[in-house]
C-alpha cells in the first residue's frame, strides 16, 4: 500500500536530541517520541510524497495517524468529528448557584451583582430538566460562579432533584466544580461525590507569599494554608479514586521568579496522588475592571516560556491537565457548543460565562419557574462553532475547527484589534505542552 | 429503588446499571460483557460513581481498568469482596 504523509502531523523537538510527534486529527493516542538516531529518516519520511509500507516503523507511523493511505482525504475525517463535537446530544448546564464570593481576587472579572439563585430559578431548572431530559443521552453539569460554595444549599437541592431525574430516565449524569477551595473540606468532597461531582478545579496562585497577595478573602484575609490543609485532608480522607483535581495556577510574575521553589513545594505535596493534576497558565486580562490595579503583575510570552521550561528540565515529574485539550474537537468553546448553556443566578441563559454583564447577544434566553424557556433560537446559532472563519488548512484545524472563541468571533475582537495570525491558545501553546507531557509523570513513548 | 434490599449483589448491580442508563438482559444466564455497554468515557465515570454511591464502596486503582468490565459475574464478586470487607 502506498502511503503519504498526514496534513495534520505536528512535531517538535524532544529531549536528547529526539523528535516528539503529534496528530491533531488522532489526538493524544498518536503521541510518541523519536529517538535521535531515527529523527531524520522520520522527518524525511514525513516529507515525502509516497511512501511504501515496507517496514515495521513505516507500518508503526501508518497505524499511529502520521502516514495515511495516498488516496485518502483526511478532511472527509473532519465532518463526523465536527458534528460530535457541536452538535452532539449531552446537554451541557454550567449552573450558578450564586454570583457572589467569599474571595476578591486581583484579576477577577466578575461583578458579583446577583447573589444566591432564587427558589423560582432553581425550581424552572428542575422542571427544565424534567421536562426535556428525554430529548438527550445525557447530563452533564458544572458547578461556577461566584463561588459555588457558599450557596452549597442550592447545590445540594438542585443536584439531589437532577439525580432523582436522571435515574429515573435511564441517564447518565456526571458533574463538576470549579471552586476557590477554601470551604472544599474532605466531608464536603465526600458529600459532593454522592451527588455526582467527580471533577473539580481549585486556583492556588503560587506559594503562600503570591497565593496571598492575588487571591485574598473578601476582607483582604490570607487564603493559603486554609487550601492547601483543606487538599491535603481530601487526599488522605475522600478516598475514592473517581475522584480527580486539577490545580490550577494563574502564573505572574513574582511566581514566575520563584517557580523552582512551587514545583518543589508542589510536587512534594501531590505528586504521589494520581487524581490530581496541574494547570500552569499565564494570569491574564479575562475582563472587568480589578485587573487595571493589577496589570504590572501580569507577565509575557517569554517570561511564561521559561516558566514552562523550568518544568520541562526537572526531574520532578507531574500530572499535567492536558492531554484532553489535545484531542479532536476540544479546542471548540463550550459556548461554541449546540446543546451548552450557563444558567445565571436570576436564571437568565447565556452561552459564555465571561460576558454575562456586557455582550447583548450572550443572552439567549430565561428560564421561567415552570421550566419553560423564552429562547432566542437566532442567538444560539451565532454562537455555534463556525467552521469557516479563521486560516484554512490549519494543522489544528481537527482540535478547535478554525472557531475557538466564539465570543471573539461575534464581537470581532482580533479584527479590531488588528490581531494577525492565529489568536488560539491551544495552537500557540502546542509545542509547550508537548514538551512538558515528555517531562510529565507518565512520558511519552519512545517507539524508535 | 424498590426491594433494593432484599436483591443479590448482582441483581442490584444490573439495576444500578439500568439507573446509569446501560440496559442489559438480566434473565440471559450467559455472562455479559460489560464494555460492549460504555459509551463514552462519561458513561464510564457516570456508573462507577453510581454503583459507589449505591454499594457505599469504593473500587481500588486495580479494579479501575476498562478490562474489569468484561465479565458481569466478576465484577459482580468484586463488589461482593469490597462489601464484606467493608463489614
Given at each position: 500500500m502506498m502511503l503519504k504523509p498526514s496534513i495534520y502531523n505536528y512535531q517538535t523537538e524532544g529531549k536528547n536530541g529526539g523528535l516528539i510527534l503529534f496528530n491533531v486529527l488522532q489526538g493524544t493516542k498518536s503521541l510518541i517520541s523519536i529517538s535521535q538516531e531515527n529523527r531524520s529518516y522520520v522527518q524525511n519520511l514525513l516529507k515525502s510524497n509516497e511512501i511504501e509500507n515496507n517496514c515495521e516503523k513505516i507500518e508503526l507511523l501508518n497505524k499511529k495517524g502520521f502516514l495515511v493511505p495516498i488516496e485518502q482525504d483526511e478532511k472527509v475525517k473532519l465532518k463526523s468529528i465536527y458534528l460530535d463535537t457541536v452538535s452532539r446530544n449531552d446537554l451541557i448546564l454550567i449552573l450558578l448557584p450564586t454570583e457572589k464570593c467569599n474571595f476578591r481576587c486581583k484579576y477577577c472579572y466578575e461583578s458579583f451583582s446577583k447573589g444566591k439563585m432564587k427558589a423560582e430559578v432553581q425550581d424552572g431548572i428542575i422542571e427544565f430538566i424534567r421536562k426535556n431530559i428525554h430529548k438527550y443521552n445525557s447530563l452533564y453539569i458544572s458547578w461556577f460562579g461566584g463561588e459555588p460554595l457558599i450557596a452549597y444549599d442550592v447545590v445540594e437541592r438542585l443536584s439531589k432533584e437532577i439525580q432523582v431525574i436522571c435515574k429515573s430516565n435511564r441517564k447518565k449524569y456526571i458533574a463538576s466544580m470549579t471552586t476557590n477551595?477554601?470551604?472544599?473540606t474532605a466531608e464536603m468532597v465526600k458529600r459532593l461525590y454522592k451527588m455526582g461531582v467527580t471533577h473539580f478545579q481549585v486556583t492556588i496562585d503560587g506559594l503562600k507569599e503570591t497565593h496571598d497577595n492575588q487571591r485574598v478573602l473578601l476582607n483582604g484575609g490570607e487564603t493559603f494554608e486554609t487550601i492547601i490543609n483543606n487538599l491535603c485532608n481530601v487526599k488522605n480522607n475522600?478516598?475514592?479514586?473517581?475522584l480527580r483535581f486539577v490545580i490550577r495556577t494563574n502564573v505572574t510574575k513574582k511566581i514566575a521568579e520563584n517557580i523552582e521553589q512551587y514545583i518543589d513545594y508542589f510536587h512534594e505535596k501531590f505528586s504521589d496522588d494520581p487524581r490530581f493534576s496541574f494547570a500552569i497558565q499565564p494570569a491574564m486580562d479575562w475582563g472587568g475592571d480589578t485587573i487595571n490595579d493589577f496589570r504590572e503583575n501580569l507577565i509575557n510570552e517569554i517570561e511564561m516560556f521559561n516558566v514552562f521550561e523550568k518544568f520541562y528540565e526537572s526531574d520532578k515529574k507531574f500530572r499535567f491537565a492536558v492531554k484532553e485539550y489535545l484531542?479532536?474537537?476540544?479546542?471548540?468553546?463550550?459556548?461554541?457548543?449546540?446543546n451548552s448553556f450557563a444558567i445565571d443566578a436570576n436564571g437568565n441563559i447565556h452561552k459564555c460565562t465571561c460576558y454575562f454583564d456586557d455582550m447583548d447577544m450572550n443572552m439567549v434566553g430565561r428560564i421561567k419557574h415552570d421550566g419553560v424557556i423564552d429562547f432566542d433560537e437566532y442567538k444560539n446559532s451565532l454562537w455555534i462553532c463556525d467552521n469557516n472563519y479563521c486560516k484554512e488548512n490549519c494543522v489544528f484545524e481537527p482540535n478547535c475547527f478554525r472557531d475557538n472563541c466564539p465570543a471573539n468571533r461575534i464581537m470581532d475582537v482580533n479584527k479590531r484589534n488588528k490581531v494577525?495570525?492565529?489568536?488560539?491558545h491551544g495552537k500557540n501553546n502546542l509545542d509547550k505542552v508537548l514538551k512538558l507531557l515528555e517531562n510529565s509523570v507518565d512520558g511519552i513513548e519512545l517507539v524508535f | 429503588m424498590e426491594n433494593m434490599q432484599i436483591m443479590s449483589t448482582k441483581e442490584k448491580l444490573i439495576k444500578v446499571l439500568e439507573l446509569s442508563g446501560i440496559i442489559i438482559d438480566s434473565k440471559s444466564e450467559t455472562d455479559i460483557d460489560l464494555r460492549g455497554y460504555i459509551t463514552d468515557s462519561l458513561q464510564y465515570i457516570s456508573t462507577i460513581v453510581s454503583i459507589e454511591n449505591e454499594f457505599d464502596i469504593e473500587f481500588p486503582d486495580e479494579v479501575l481498568k476498562y478490562d474489569s468490565l468484561m465479565s458481569l459475574n466478576a465484577f459482580s464478586e468484586i463488589v461482593d469482596g469490597l462489601l464484606n470487607e467493608n463489614n
Open positions: 477551595g477554601y470551604l472544599l475522600a478516598s475514592s479514586r473517581m484531542e479532536p474537537g476540544s479546542g471548540v468553546c463550550y459556548a461554541g457548543k449546540q494577525i495570525g492565529c489568536a488560539s | -
